[in-house]
């Protein structure tokens, strides 16, 4: 049974930094993806970043490239999110996905590809 559990949420000032982290037990996970995703009040689920399980691949949205890092610590089975210059439209519950496969050259990160979830951590930016 795979567990994901995220931590790090909170409050911030726009302009500031936090770092969530996604603790994994369960599985051997050398073969899998994480990726983070958000979902702001009323707003669908939204991608953030993935990353490969073992080796160097990494992807990010759009609208977080460049703000928001992905990592991983394969020793302690945790992968991290750092975000910085955060802005109030930020704001949601950040959630981590495991997944068995990257995805195909050409394809979208599509929550529905992701098998295990965390149940979220909650980012709130002021203004």
């Known amino acids: 049974q795979v567990q994901l559990v995220e931590s790090g949420g909170g409050l911030v000032q726009a302009g500031g930094s936090l770092r969530l982290s996604c603790a994994a037990s369960g599985r051997t996970f050398s073969l899998y993806a994480m990726g983070w995703f958000r979902q702001a009040a009323g707003k669908e689920r939204e991608f953030l970043a993935a990353i490969r399980w073992s080796g160097a691949n990494a992807d990010y949205a759009d609208s977080v490239l460049g703000r928001f890092t992905i990592s991983r610590d394969n020793a302690k089975n945790l992968v991290f999110l750092q975000m910085n210059s955060l802005k109030p439209e930020d704001t949601a519950v950040y959630f981590c996905?495991?997944?068995?496969?990257?995805?195909?050259?050409?394809?979208?990160?599509?929550?529905?590809?992701?098998?295990?979830w965390g149940h979220g951590t909650q980012v709130t930016v002021s203004s």
């Open positions: 996905a495991l997944r068995k496969s990257w995805k195909p050259d050409g394809g979208i990160w599509s929550g529905r590809d992701f098998s295990w």
